[in-house]
């Protein structure tokens, strides 16, 4: 009988949650985490629609990509690098909302695109649970505005490819950081 309860109230709490991708940001930087790994490139053209060829599914089919940076948390050289992308994660949650786009527009090396993989390990009453976080976050470099899905998804659901970009204007601790990483 309790365990009815319990499993009604998680699956109206689950439901009457949001699912907004800032949230999700913060609910992974407040998690305990075990691993932090990425990297920082530039890129043209941004195309975040998740296709399917076969049954296999596979996303992020930028142009032009040049990688500049990447960090690997368990590496003690890369700690610096991991803290300064918590940082940038934590300046999003921070960030004044802008404008919404369907797609982002075709810029000559014009965005910085910000790839964190990140997994946690909380408690939740009883349960242990393990969560994985994929975050990409596209920096339009001449806008200054950092742009992200509206909502958190997997990033194979197709739900993926009906949100549109959410954009944030970019804080001056954020653009200095970037800055430094990929110099």
């Not at 992974?28 to 195309?47: E, K, N, P, R």
Request: aromatic share 12%; hydrophobic share 35%.
């Amino acid at each position: 009988m309790l365990g009815g309860l319990v499993l009604i109230i998680l699956l109206t709490v689950k439901i009457f949650t949001k699912n907004r991708y800032v949230s999700h940001i913060e609910k992974a930087l407040d998690g305990d985490i075990t691993q932090m790994s990425g990297s920082i490139s530039t890129v043209s053209v941004i195309d975040a629609t998740v296709y399917e060829n076969e049954g296999i599914r596979y996303t992020n089919q930028h142009e032009d990509i040049k990688r500049l940076m990447t960090f690997e948390g368990s590496l003690p050289e890369d700690a610096d690098k991991v803290d300064d992308v918590k940082t940038l994660l934590k300046n999003m949650i921070i960030s004044e909302k802008t404008q919404v786009l369907d797609d982002l527009p075709r810029k000559e090396d014009g965005y910085y695109w910000i790839e964190a993989d990140i997994f946690t390990k909380d408690k939740f009453l009883i349960f242990k649970t393990e969560d994985e976080y994929n975050f990409d976050l596209y920096y339009d470099i001449e806008d200054k505005t950092v742009y992200v899905k509206e909502k958190y998804y997997d990033e194979f659901s197709k739900k993926y490819n009906k949100v549109k970009f959410q954009g944030y204007k970019a804080t001056d601790q954020f653009i200095d950081i970037l800055n430094d990483l990929t110099s």
